[in-house]
């Protein structure tokens, strides 16, 4: 009787390659993985309970969410700059806000 031996690692094997392939799917842009990795580093250690994000509501459009981040980088003197704003702010509004205007710059771009 003849057996194929690699025949149970092959569905892993494939489950993994999907995975793979999934997290690199379109959606998770390059700006929102930036924003989750500086997050990540420089913020979460305070932000892990999330206790803030509901109760003071301090951000309520895209203006403040930008404001809050400089803010909070700029307290930890982190000198980050406009296009590290901007990914943190889109990687929080993913997860947490998700505020009305999508994408600020198309509304930038757009005309009458
Ligand atoms: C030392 C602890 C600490 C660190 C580090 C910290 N935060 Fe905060 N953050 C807080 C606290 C506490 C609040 C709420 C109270 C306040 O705003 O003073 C807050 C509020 C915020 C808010 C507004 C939340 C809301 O919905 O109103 C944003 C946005 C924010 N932080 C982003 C960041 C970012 C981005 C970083 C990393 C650069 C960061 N924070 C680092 C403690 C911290």
Redesign the pocket.
């Known amino acids: 009787m003849t057996v194929i031996p690699s025949l149970p690692f092959v569905r892993p094997a494939l489950a993994a390659l999907l995975f793979v392939l999934g997290a690199a799917a379109p959606g998770v842009g390059r700006a929102q993985s930036r924003g989750e990795l500086?997050?990540g580093t420089?913020?979460l250690?305070?932000?892990s309970t999330q206790m803030?994000?509901?109760e003071?509501?301090?951000?309520v459009d895209w203006p403040s969410?930008r404001a809050?981040?400089r803010?909070?980088?700029a307290?930890?003197h982190?000198a980050?700059g406009d296009d590290d704003i901007e990914a943190?702010?889109q990687y929080?509004d993913a997860l947490?806000?998700h505020l009305p205007p999508p994408s600020p710059r198309a509304v930038v771009s757009a005309r009458p």
């Open positions: 500086l997050y420089h913020c250690a305070c932000h803030h994000w509901r003071k509501k301090q951000v969410l809050q981040v803010r909070w980088q307290a930890d982190l980050w943190v702010a929080l947490y806000y």
